[in-house]
């Protein structure tokens, strides 16, 4: 299985989606929390493996 990840630049962003548990739009991909973890420095990371499937 890929695994397929993209580091936000806007952090603010992703933890704003993570902390109001609401959706947003990054690079044009809908994103919920779900889509998002940090890693062990700190960033913001979007899971993408859903969008490879065509």
């Known amino acids: ?3 397929n ?3 936000v630049q806007d ?3 992703a ?3 993570v ?3 609401e959706s947003d739009e990054i690079d044009g991909k809908y994103i ?3 889509n998002i973890e940090r890693n062990g ?3 913001i990371i979007v899971l993408w493996n859903w ?3 065509n």
């Open 51 to 53: 969008w490879i499937m």
């Open 41 to 43: 420095d700190g960033w």
């Open 19 to 21: 902390a109001s548990g």
């Open 15 to 17: 933890e704003k989606i």
């Open 1 to 3: 299985m890929i695994d």
């Open 11 to 13: 952090t603010g962003l």
């Open 5 to 7: 990840k993209l580091i």
């Open 32 to 34: 919920t929390s779900d």
